[in-house]
C-alpha cells in the first residue's frame, strides 16, 4: 500500500514553455502533498507544501507565480513549470501523507530537462 | 526542526551488518527521528521512524540513544541493493510535517 505515481517521468522541453507534473496518490487519500527539487549530487530540498483545497504554502526563495501548485482532490496534486529556463532543468519529486502524523510516501520523481 | 548530521559515506561488506549514525543533539521532546533511503534516481524510500523507543521492523532497527541525542539505524544483513544514499531527519508533527533533507550517509555495500 501507500503508492505514490508521478507523470511524466522525464520530459524536455524547449525554454520559454510550461511543463506540468502530475502526483498521484493511488491507494490512499493524502492530506498533504509535497513538492520537492533535487539537482545532481544534491539532497531534496522542500519547494512547498499542499494541502487539498488550499493554497500551497511555498518555502523561501522558491517563486510561487513560477512554480504552480494545484490539489485539487485527495489523490491529485499538480506541479507546473512556468516559462522554463534551463536553470529549472532538475529532478522534481513529490511526496504525500495521509496524516500530519504519519511518514511521507514519495513518488519516482519526474527529470526535467529545458534545453 | 533539528539538524541533523551524519557521515558522508561509509561502506559495508555484503551479508555483515550496516550501522549508520546519526546526530541530532537539538532535538526536542516532539520531534520524531525518521529514516529514508534514496536509489539512484529513484524517489526516497520509508525505512523507519520512532520517538523515544528502539524500533524494529522488516527493513532495518532504529536505536535512539536515551538522552535522543543520536541515533543508529542498522541493516542486519546488508546486501548489494541497499546501497544507496540514506538521510537521516528529525520532525515536529505538531508543527506541520515537512521534511528538510540533509545532506545523508551514501552507504556502498561491497561484495
Known amino acids: 500500500g501507500a503508492v505514490v505515481s508521478q507523470h511524466p517521468s522525464w520530459v524536455i522541453c524547449k525554454s520559454g514553455t510550461s511543463v506540468k507534473i502530475e502526483c498521484r496518490s493511488l491507494?490512499?487519500?493524502?492530506?498533504?502533498m509535497f513538492w520537492y527539487r533535487q539537482f545532481p549530487k544534491q539532497s531534496l530540498m522542500l519547494m512547498a507544501t499542499?494541502?487539498?483545497?488550499?493554497?500551497?504554502?511555498?518555502e523561501q526563495g522558491v517563486e510561487k507565480d513560477k512554480f504552480l501548485i494545484n490539489h485539487a482532490s485527495l489523490t491529485l496534486s499538480t506541479l507546473t513549470v512556468t516559462s522554463a529556463h534551463p536553470e529549472d532543468s532538475s529532478f522534481y519529486i513529490c511526496?504525500?501523507?495521509?496524516?500530519?502524523?504519519?511518514?511521507?510516501?514519495f513518488g519516482p520523481g519526474t527529470r526535467l530537462t529545458v534545453l | 526542526d533539528a539538524k541533523t548530521t551524519q557521515p558522508t559515506s561509509m561502506d559495508c561488506a555484503e551479508g555483515r551488518a550496516a550501522n549508520l549514525p546519526c546526530n541530532h543533539s537539538?532535538?526536542?521532546?516532539?520531534?520524531?527521528v525518521y529514516w529514508y533511503r534514496q536509489i539512484h534516481s529513484q524517489g526516497p524510500q520509508y525505512i523507519i521512524h520512532?520517538?523515544?523507543n528502539n524500533e524494529t521492523n522488516e527493513m532495518a532497527s532504529l536505536i535512539i540513544t536515551e538522552d535522543r541525542k543520536s541515533s543508529t539505524l542498522i541493516l542486519p544483513h546488508a546486501t548489494l541493493r541497499d546501497t544507496a544514499v540514506y538521510y537521516c531527519?528529525?520532525?515536529?508533527?505538531?508543527?506541520?510535517?515537512?521534511?528538510?533533507f540533509g545532506t545523508g550517509t551514501s552507504l556502498t555495500v561491497i561484495p
Open positions: 511526496s504525500a501523507s495521509f496524516s500530519r502524523y504519519n511518514e511521507q510516501f
Open positions: 499542499s494541502n487539498e483545497g488550499s493554497k500551497a504554502t511555498y
Open positions: 520512532g520517538l523515544k
Open positions: 491507494d490512499f487519500q493524502a492530506t498533504t
Open positions: 531527519i528529525v520532525r515536529d508533527s505538531n508543527t506541520g510535517n515537512q521534511f528538510y
Open positions: 537539538t532535538i526536542s521532546g516532539n520531534e520524531y
